[in-house]
């Protein structure tokens, strides 16, 4: 596997577009993917029983349509509790662009990110769609507009491409998303886009995609609240000529760790982009008597308010994280834990056995200064484990949600 420059963009028989319509104040705020060819989808969406319009739509698209051919997306309007007003206008987006590029309305998929509430500025978000068509084009930097066009708080854009080989041909995996706050499992406020020229089943597609998101997008969490219009797109064209992938070989393995590499990559860039955050928070829980239980552990610990406090103070408040995986509800021996912070600045070890060691403070404080910091927590009771990434919990983080609609 080659870890390449790009995005969405990178796979063959991509193009994307991204412009600022008029839906915020300055900022992009449409993109827009296409194929050349139609695609074979696969999605994974928000298990908050909110739903919004588009996650409603597409999911009658990635399960129902024969195909998928474009994703057109906006930001600043979430199109979430719109009821059927709402979802008229997702209708309307799939038809518009539809018509624009002279596919099938659905094959189309829509994204929404933004505001919860407020119905879409339906002529703002048809003229972009009009406008967005002319300038698809297939460069990195295409790629690249459209990964900055899809942010709200983020900071900054999230893309990433890979190649591998697969039956003698070179396929490549490229993606882009956003996300910043409103992040939790399962599934985050999150959008993800990743094209594939790989050849491969549209249920073998899924079948990656929903095994691969446990591991990834869903031990991600920023702040505790899931999201409304949580979506992860997949789409392959098939246009790098490979065997298609028709069943759970060695091929398939392949594909399933390029995806996994990048949905990592992304999910730690989203962690790292917490709203207001100054630190990449990552939790590794060690010796779990089973995956379920490393999972559950490792996520309380990312998600207490406390220990992201603490991890923000630079404080070696090691009670915070012990505290948290008391109440996970999974079962385990707290006089057997062993618990350790490291960073680039070195690792340290803070309990043996659920008690304190004697440690130095300072030497703490200086590994937790760092701008990315991993709690080790060893439970001792079998092989498994499980990583979480979440932020530390800054003033800012409170700032920017307090007036976010201004």
Not at 57 to 78: C, H, K, L, R, T
Not at 180 to 209: R, V, W, Y
Not at 346 to 369: F, P, R
Request: glycine content about 8%.
């Amino acid at each position: 596997m080659k870890h390449i420059e790009g995005g969405v963009t990178a796979p063959k028989g991509f193009k994307a577009a991204g412009l600022y319509a008029g839906i915020k104040k300055q900022k992009k705020d449409m993109a827009m993917i296409y194929s050349e060819v139609p695609c074979k989808a696969a999605g994974t969406f928000t298990t908050n029983l909110v739903k919004a319009a588009p996650v409603k739509w597409d999911m009658e698209v990635v399960y129902n349509s024969p195909a998928a051919q474009a994703v057109v997306i906006n930001s600043g309007v979430a199109n979430a509790c719109t009821g059927a007003v709402g979802m008229e206008y997702c209708k309307e987006m799939a038809e518009v662009t539809g018509e624009e590029l002279g596919i099938p309305m659905d094959s189309v998929l829509v994204a929404s990110t933004g505001v919860i509430g407020k119905q879409l500025p339906m002529d703002i978000i048809k003229a972009g769609i009009r406008n967005l068509v002319p300038i698809l084009g297939d460069t990195l930097d295409d790629g690249t507009i459209a990964a900055e066009a899809i942010m709200t708080t983020d900071t900054k854009k999230k893309e990433i491409a890979v190649e591998i080989e697969l039956g003698g041909k070179t396929v490549t995996i490229g993606g882009m998303c956003k996300g910043s706050g409103m992040i939790h499992p399962n599934m985050c406020t999150m959008l993800s886009f990743i094209t594939t020229d790989a050849a491969i089943s549209k249920e073998m597609l899924q079948a990656a995609l929903s095994e691969d998101i446990i591991d990834t997008y869903n031990m991600v969490s920023v702040d505790g609240d899931t999201s409304t219009n949580d979506t992860v797109l997949l789409m392959a064209n098939g246009m790098a000529g490979n065997p298609e992938i028709t069943e759970k070989n060695e091929d398939f393995k392949k594909f399933l760790d390029a995806l996994n590499f990048v949905d990592t990559y992304l999910a730690k860039k989203i962690a790292e982009d917490g709203e207001g955050a100054t630190a990449l928070f990552e939790v590794k829980v060690i010796n779990a008597l089973d995956k379920e239980q490393a999972s559950v552990l490792a996520k309380a610990i990312v998600t207490s308010s406390l220990t992201k406090a603490a991890i923000f103070g630079h404080d070696a408040n090691w009670g915070r994280i012990l505290c948290a995986m008391g109440y996970s509800g999974a079962q385990f021996d707290p006089e057997k834990v062993d618990l350790f912070f490291q960073s680039a600045a070195g690792k340290i070890q803070l309990i043996e056995n659920g008690m304190a060691v004697d440690y130095s403070e300072e030497i703490a404080t200086q590994i937790l200064s760092e701008p990315e910091v991993t709690t080790i927590a060893d439970v001792k009771m079998g092989s498994a484990e499980a990583t979480a990434w979440g932020c530390d919990l800054t003033f800012d983080y409170v700032k920017i949600n307090a007036d976010y609609r201004s």
